[in-house]
């Protein structure tokens, strides 16, 4: 698959994620799983993770999913905020 054509999981993800998380300045989501939907690496930098810890900002990543995440065997989560 070419460098810029991204699964239909991959597209649903990344919308939702951009609906969920209006102030994101970058979102990257990439199925590791070889193109099956199984899993997921997903990269947010949004100002709403600002002030938060890591493990919380995960966890509103895990809430933004949770419907797609039923369907899901494995998911990374690499946030932050945008550096100031």
């Excluded at 810029?4 to 799983?33: H, M």
């Excluded at 997921?40 to 100002?47: A, C, D, N, V």
């Excluded at 900002?57 to 065997?73: D, F, R, S, Y």
């Amino acid at each position: 698959r070419g460098f810029t054509s991204q699964t239909d999981g991959e597209s649903r993800l990344v919308r939702v994620l951009r609906e969920k998380f209006p102030r994101a300045s970058a979102i990257k989501v990439v199925d590791i799983s070889g193109g099956c939907g199984a899993m997921y690496e997903i990269h947010i930098e949004s100002e709403e993770f600002r002030e938060k810890r890591t493990v919380q900002q995960h966890q509103m990543v895990n809430q933004a999913l949770g419907e797609e995440i039923k369907h899901m065997h494995g998911l990374r989560i690499f946030t932050s905020a945008p550096k100031p």
